[in-house]
């Protein structure tokens, strides 16, 4: 967890000032997955596979009575990767295999207008210029759902 912690935030530190001088709610993608994020776990019951596409996660996170369609980070063979997953309480039920997870549990409603909106099935990780006003304003009201384990920077962290 720290190795991908310290990652994302090398990544987020030439964007920094936009936070300290310009009053962001987040630098970048990364800082906003640091911000929000919250730790996922995979256990023996996760279906893990190499790769999975961002529309499959979020088909799958439909499947599950509960489940969270995740979009952040994770740590394999020693690097960050952008991913997405499906998350139910804190664990990941559907996801690629990884060391650790670090995401944002996102509401389907909010997934769908950023897809149908900037034609990507990535909904932050797509990292489209549209996303700017998300990186200065913050994620709208209802657009975070719960999951995962206090994050990097969540209060009381």
């Not at 190499?50 to 369609?69: C, I, K, L, M």
């Not at 944002?104 to 549209?130: D, E, W, Y």
């Amino acid at each position: 967890m720290e190795e991908l912690t310290a990652a994302l935030q090398e990544l987020e530190a030439p964007f920094r000032t936009l936070v300290d001088d310009s009053q962001w709610a987040h630098a970048s993608v990364e800082g906003l997955v640091l911000d929000v994020g919250g730790w996922w776990s995979a256990d023996d019951r996760t279906r893990l596979q190499p790769q999975v596409t961002f529309s499959d996660a979020f088909s799958e996170a439909g499947r599950h009575h509960g489940g969270v369609y995740v979009e952040g980070y994770l740590w394999a063979d020693g690097q960050a990767v952008a991913a997405a997953w499906c998350g139910l309480g804190n664990a990941v039920v559907y996801g690629p295999r990884a060391e650790a997870y670090l995401g944002v549990g996102l509401s389907p409603h909010f997934c769908r207008r950023i897809q149908q909106r900037n034609g990507t099935a990535a909904v932050l990780m797509s990292k489209h210029p549209r996303l700017l006003p998300l990186l200065r304003d913050g994620l709208p009201r209802g657009a975070v759902l719960p999951g995962g384990r206090p994050g990097p920077r969540s209060v009381g962290a």
